[in-house]
C-alpha cells in the first residue's frame, strides 16, 4: 500500500493568492507524476456565511500547521512582517522539541521556500531549516518563486527544475523516520515564540545605533488638550496646571487645559500632535526618543521612564513623500545595523507594544498622495493595537472621520517669555551667533507684545534673531564679520516690520520659480502655476483676506465655513478652489492649521494681526479705515500705520510678503512672442553675418565660406547655433574662439588646408568634428583633453574636395571610405569613460 502524507502551505494569506494557487496546481501535479509516497494538501474548510472569524489581520495562522507531516513555508518580506510566521514557526518549533525529546533526533517538517527574497537575516529557526535553496539555480535565490511563476513561459526551464527538486525534498522528508508529534489547539495555543529568540540581542544594537538630534538646552514646554481629555486624565491623577475654562461667551475656541509636555505618554497610546509647522514638533519627538534610548533605573521618577514602557522608538518622517516599510524602518534609522536585523523583527516589536512611533513631516506629503500614507499608517495601526503612535501634523488631510474615539488630540503651547530668552540663548550659545542682536531683540520684545508673540514658535524665535543681526552684520552664523567687542558700537536696528514678516513667515516653504508662460500642452489656470501647485503670490493674498475675515473673532481660531467664504472668489470660477488654498496656506505658508475636522487657526493672534495690516496697507480697494471702525484694535492700527510710512520711504513693493532669505517675489510677466528660427544660414563676410545677427534669428546650422572676420566675436551671440561649418578658407589656421557658444555641438571643416591649431575646442561644448581633408599629421593630443568631443572624424587622403560643375562644393561624405579615419576622444585622467558613437562610414 503506498502511504499517504499531508502538507500544508504557510505564507502570507491575501498577497498574491492566485499566484500561489498556481505555483501549488503545478506542485501538486509533480508530486502525482512521479513514483513514491502520494502526498495531499490540507485545505482549510469553506468559510461561514459571515466570513472569517476574528480579525482579518493575516496572522490568526495557516490551516493544518498542526497536524501536517510537511510544512511548505513560502517566506516573504511580508511574510515575516504581516503573515502567520510568528503563530506558524512558533508551532513548528514546539513540534520539533517534542519529537527530539521522544526520540533524540529532531524532526525535519518544515520546508522553507523564497517566495520572495528577503533581503534579511533569517530567524535562527528558519535558518536551521532552510537546508535547500544553498543547492538551487541562482535564479530561484535572487528572482523567488513569486517572479518565476509570474513569468513562467521566460523562466520555464528554470522553474521545472526548481519544482523537481521541491517534490524530491518532499519524498525525502516525508520518507524520514522520525516523524514530528502533532498538536491538538490547546498545545498550539499555548506554544512560546520562536522567532523572537535573537531579537533582545539585535533590539541593544539597534538602540546603541540610534542616536536621536537632541536640542543642547531643553526648553520646557507644554501641551493644550481639550476638556474632556483633561478630565479622563484628571480620574487617572495626573497633575495640571489648572487652566481657565472658557465660558460661551462667543469665543470660536473650545475650552482647553495645560499639561506638561513630558506626561504626553498619559494621554494614551494614539496621540495626534496637531499645530503650525515650526512650532517645535521634530524636537519633542526627538525627546520621547531620548527618553526610550536611556537606560532607566528603579527608583527614577515617573516622567523620567520609557514612554508607554517602551524601549524602542521608531521616529519616522515622511520628509520624502513617504513613509518605509516595516523592513525599511531599521535600514532608515540604522542603516549601520540593518545587516544583523533578524526579519520581521521591527514588525514583532510593534505587535508585543515593546516600541512606539512617532511619525513626523506628514505635511511634507504631497496631496496626490497624502491619504495613501494615511491608510497604510491605518492600516499599521490596526494590525498592531499594542504599539504607541505620535503623529506631528498640521492637520490637512487627516481623515478626522475615520480616527474616531482611537486618538486623543493635543497640541504644544506657544513658548512662554522666558522659554522664548532660554531658547534664543541657546542658539547663540551653539552657533556663535550675534549676542548684540540678541540682547537688542530681548529688550524689544519687553516694550512690543506684538513681536514677543510672534516669536512664541520655535522656527520664529530663530527667524528673529537671524533677522536682527540682519545681512552683513557681524557674528551671524556663516557671514563674515568681527568677533563680539564691548566696545563696538550698537548696530542699527532693524524696522520693527521687517522684524515682523521675518517672524510670520518662517514656515514658508520655497517652491521652484513660477513659469513666465503658458503650458503648450494645456490651457492656463488662474491661480495655478503650470506644476499645478497654488502660486506663491497667491497664497499671500489669500492669507491677508483670511486675516481679514477673522479680526471680528476673539480668537486665532476661524469656523471652516468662515474660512472657506473668505477664500472664495465669486468673479473668477477657474481659480484655485478654496479647500486647495487652505491646505496650501497651511502645508507651504505655514501661517494657518487645522486643530480639528471644522476648525482653522492661525499660529497665534499677532500672525493674524501682522496678516491682516500687511494686506489692508498693501491691497488695493481695501478699506482700512472702515475696518478699523468696526475691529478697534490699537495694535493693528499702529503697524497698519508703520507698514504705510515703510512703503512711502522706500518704495517696498505692493502685495507680496517677502520669504525670509530672499527679496520680494512677483508673479512674472507673460511669454515673449516666439523668436523667428531658420535651420540653415550662409554667409561669406562679417556684414552679412552682423546682418543676421540683427535679425535676431535663431539659427541651428552656420556656414561660412571663406575668410569670415570677428567669428570669436559674433558667434557666441547668434542664438541656437548647433552646428559650424567652415569652407574654403586658405587663410584658416585656427579654430575661432567657441566657449561663448553654449548650444554648439558639431564643427565640420571643408578645404581649409592650413588649420593646425584646435585647441579651442577644450574650453567649447562641442561633441563632433569632421575635417576634410587632413593632412599626413599626427592627431593633435589637444583633441584629447576636449572635454565634451566625443567623435572626430578626418579625411587623410584624397586632396582636397572635388568641385561640382555648378560651383557647388561636394559633400566630404563623397570621399572614399579607405580615405576617412575616425577617431574617438577617450577620457581624461579622472573623468568618467564616454561611449563613444557609431560610426556610419
Not at 531549516?129 to 511563476?149: K, N, V
Not at 512611533?357 to 498622495?369: E, F
Not at 499599521?380 to 498640521?394: D, E, G, K, M
Amino acid at each position: 500500500m503506498v502511504p499517504v502524507y499531508r502538507y500544508a502551505v504557510s505564507y502570507a494569506h491575501g498577497r498574491d493568492e492566485a499566484w500561489v494557487a498556481r505555483f501549488l496546481d503545478e506542485l501538486r501535479r509533480r508530486l502525482e507524476t512521479t513514483d513514491g509516497p502520494r502526498f495531499q494538501r490540507l485545505v482549510p474548510p469553506p468559510l461561514p456565511p459571515g466570513g472569517r472569524e476574528g480579525p482579518d489581520d493575516g496572522r490568526e495562522g495557516s490551516y493544518g500547521v498542526e497536524t501536517a507531516d510537511i510544512v511548505l513555508a513560502l517566506c516573504s518580506p511580508a511574510y515575516f512582517n504581516e503573515g502567520p510566521a510568528q503563530h506558524d514557526w512558533a508551532i513548528l518549533a514546539l513540534r520539533r522539541s517534542l519529537g527530539q525529546a521522544r526520540t533524540g533526533v529532531p524532526p525535519q517538517t518544515a520546508l522553507p521556500l523564497v517566495w520572495e527574497p528577503v533581503d534579511r537575516r533569517l530567524p535562527g529557526p528558519v535558518a536551521t531549516a532552510d537546508l535547500f535553496a544553498a543547492d538551487q539555480l541562482p535564479e530561484y535565490r535572487s528572482l523567488g518563486l513569486a517572479l518565476m511563476t509570474m513569468q513562467a513561459p521566460r523562466y520555464r526551464a528554470a522553474l521545472d527544475r526548481v519544482l523537481d527538486a521541491i517534490a524530491a525534498r518532499m519524498r525525502t522528508m516525508a520518507e524520514a523516520a522520525t516523524p514530528a508529534p502533532e498538536l491538538d489547539d490547546r498545545f498550539a495555543g499555548e506554544a512560546p515564540d520562536a522567532l523572537s529568540a535573537e531579537d533582545a540581542a539585535f533590539t541593544e544594537q539597534f538602540r546603541k545605533e540610534v542616536a536621536p538630534v537632541l536640542p543642547a538646552t531643553a526648553v520646557p514646554r507644554t501641551l493644550t488638550i481639550p476638556v474632556p481629555v483633561t478630565d479622563r486624565i484628571a480620574n487617572k491623577s495626573i497633575g495640571l496646571d489648572g487652566g481657565a475654562d472658557a465660558g460661551p461667551d462667543g469665543s470660536s475656541a473650545p475650552p482647553e487645559h495645560v499639561l506638561a509636555a513630558e506626561l504626553l505618554p498619559e494621554l494614551g497610546r494614539r496621540v495626534l500632535l496637531v499645530g503650525p509647522p515650526g512650532a517645535g514638533h521634530s524636537t519633542e519627538l526627538a525627546r520621547l526618543a531620548g527618553r526610550a534610548l536611556d537606560d532607566t533605573a528603579p527608583g527614577r521618577a515617573r516622567t523620567d521612564r520609557a514612554p508607554w514602557g517602551c524601549r524602542i522608538p521608531f521616529v519616522l518622517s515622511a520628509r520624502s513623500g513617504a513613509l518605509p516599510r516595516l523592513d525599511g524602518m531599521v535600514p532608515m534609522l540604522a542603516p549601520l545595523a540593518a545587516p544583523q536585523e533578524p526579519a520581521g523583527w521591527a514588525a514583532r516589536q510593534l505587535l508585543s507594544g515593546r516600541a512606539f512611533l512617532a511619525v513626523d513631516d506628514l505635511d511634507a506629503v504631497p496631496v496626490s498622495n497624502r491619504s495613501a500614507v494615511w491608510e497604510w499608517l491605518l492600516h499599521l495601526l490596526r494590525t498592531h493595537p499594542q504599539a504607541p503612535c505620535v503623529i506631528a501634523t498640521n492637520g490637512t488631510g487627516v481623515p478626522w472621520d475615520r480616527l474616531g474615539d482611537t486618538f486623543r488630540i493635543a497640541a504644544l503651547g506657544p513658548l512662554t517669555p522666558d522659554g522664548v530668552r532660554t531658547l534664543l540663548d541657546s542658539l547663540v550659545a551653539t552657533s556663535s551667533g550675534d549676542r548684540q542682536a540678541r540682547t537688542a531683540l530681548l529688550r524689544r520684545f519687553d516694550s512690543d507684545p506684538l513681536l514677543l508673540g510672534v516669536a512664541r514658535r520655535p522656527a520664529a524665535a530663530a527667524a528673529l534673531l537671524r533677522a536682527a543681526g540682519g545681512p552683513g552684520r557681524p557674528g551671524l552664523p556663516g557671514l563674515p564679520g568681527l568677533p563680539d567687542r564691548p566696545d563696538r558700537p550698537d548696530p542699527e536696528p532693524v524696522p520693527r516690520h521687517r522684524l515682523l514678516r521675518a517672524g510670520v513667515s518662517a514656515g514658508w516653504r520655497r517652491t521652484r520659480e513660477e513659469t513666465t508662460g503658458p503650458s503648450s500642452s494645456s490651457p492656463p489656470v488662474p491661480g495655478l502655476g503650470s506644476t499645478g501647485q497654488v502660486p506663491d503670490s497667491v497664497l499671500r493674498a489669500a492669507s491677508g483676506l483670511l486675516a481679514v475675515a477673522a479680526l471680528g473673532l476673539d480668537s486665532s481660531r476661524i469656523p471652516l465655513r468662515t474660512a472657506l467664504g473668505a477664500l472664495r472668489d465669486p468673479g473668477a470660477s477657474d481659480a484655485a478652489s478654496p479647500e486647495r488654498l487652505l491646505a496650501a496656506l497651511a502645508d507651504r505658508a505655514g501661517v494657518v492649521f487645522r486643530p480639528g475636522p471644522d476648525t482653522v487657526a492661525f499660529p497665534s493672534p499677532e500672525v493674524r494681526t501682522f496678516l491682516a495690516a500687511h494686506h489692508l496697507a498693501h491691497a488695493p480697494g481695501a478699506d482700512a479705515d472702515e475696518l478699523l471702525v468696526r475691529h478697534p484694535s490699537a495694535e493693528l492700527g499702529e503697524l497698519l500705520t508703520q507698514l504705510r510710512t515703510a512703503e512711502a520711504d522706500t518704495d517696498t513693493p505692493r502685495s507680496v510678503l517677502a520669504t525670509p532669505g530672499g527679496p520680494p517675489r512677483r508673479l512674472s510677466a507673460g511669454s515673449p512672442p516666439p523668436r523667428p528660427a531658420v535651420r540653415r544660414a550662409a554667409v561669406r563676410s562679417s556684414a552679412e553675418l552682423r546682418t543676421l545677427l540683427r535679425a535676431d534669428t535663431a539659427v541651428a546650422e552656420l556656414r561660412c565660406t571663406g575668410p569670415v572676420d570677428g567669428l570669436a566675436e559674433f558667434l557666441p551671440r547668434l542664438p541656437g547655433l548647433r552646428s559650424l561649418v567652415l569652407a574654403d578658407d586658405q587663410s584658416l589656421t585656427a579654430l575661432p574662439e567657441l566657449s561663448g557658444c553654449r548650444s554648439l555641438r558639431a564643427v565640420r571643416v571643408l578645404r581649409c588646408p592650413n588649420l593646425r591649431e584646435l585647441t579651442a575646442l577644450e574650453s567649447s561644448t562641442v561633441m563632433f568634428l569632421d575635417i576634410d581633408p587632413w593632412p599626413g599629421l599626427p592627431v593633435p593630443a589637444g583633441l584629447r583633453r576636449a572635454p565634451w568631443l566625443s567623435r572626430v572624424d578626418l579625411a587623410t587622403g584624397g586632396g582636397p574636395g572635388v568641385r561640382a560643375a555648378n560651383g557647388a562644393v561636394a559633400d566630404a561624405a563623397t570621399t572614399p571610405a579607405a580615405s576617412r579615419a575616425s577617431v574617438v576622444s577617450p577620457a581624461a585622467p579622472g573623468e568618467p569613460r564616454r561611449r563613444p558613437y557609431s560610426s556610419t562610414q
